[in-house]
């Protein structure tokens, strides 16, 4: 039973460790796109060429991922604080939890939730915000350019 309440825990540690490893990504990845866009709208523009509208919504694109990743770090943050809470709570009560303890309890678990659930939206719009500029801008790289 102990070996699989530590793996149990090894799986709890890398599932976090992986979202910790997709937001750097996120930024990374959505951060070099916009450089590339404005390295491309700069060059476009030293020649007196059109910059093309794929361009420029990439380059949004990229940009509302990095903002909303980090909405998602903010709701991560606020996701923790709850249950944070919510086990003080638990502890400090001890084994005989009061009624008010209690409501405490399930008022932080509550909010826990909710924000669980607005960081993994956050997380998913930001990861979709960054394929949508990778694939528009090698659009533009490939077929237009």
Not at 64 to 82: A, D, E, R
Not at 85 to 104: F, N, P, R, W, Y
């Amino acid at each position: 039973m102990n070996e699989v309440k530590e793996r149990q825990k090894l799986s709890w540690e890398g599932m976090f460790y992986s979202i910790q490893r997709i937001d750097l990504l996120i930024v990374s990845i959505s951060g070099a796109g916009i450089y590339v866009c404005l390295e491309t709208i700069k060059y476009l523009s030293d020649k007196s060429l059109d910059v093309n509208l794929l361009i420029r919504i990439s380059g949004g694109l990229f940009l509302f991922g990095i903002i909303i990743n980090f909405l998602s770090q903010v709701f991560g943050y606020k996701t923790n604080q709850q249950d944070f809470l919510m086990c003080q709570v638990k502890i400090d009560a001890g084994k005989k939890v009061s009624k008010k303890e209690q409501i405490q309890i399930d008022t932080y678990d509550n909010n826990s939730e909710k924000y669980s659930k607005w960081t993994d939206i956050f997380n998913y719009l930001s990861i979709g915000f960054m394929f949508l500029g990778l694939i528009l801008i090698m659009t533009y790289f490939l077929f237009i350019f």
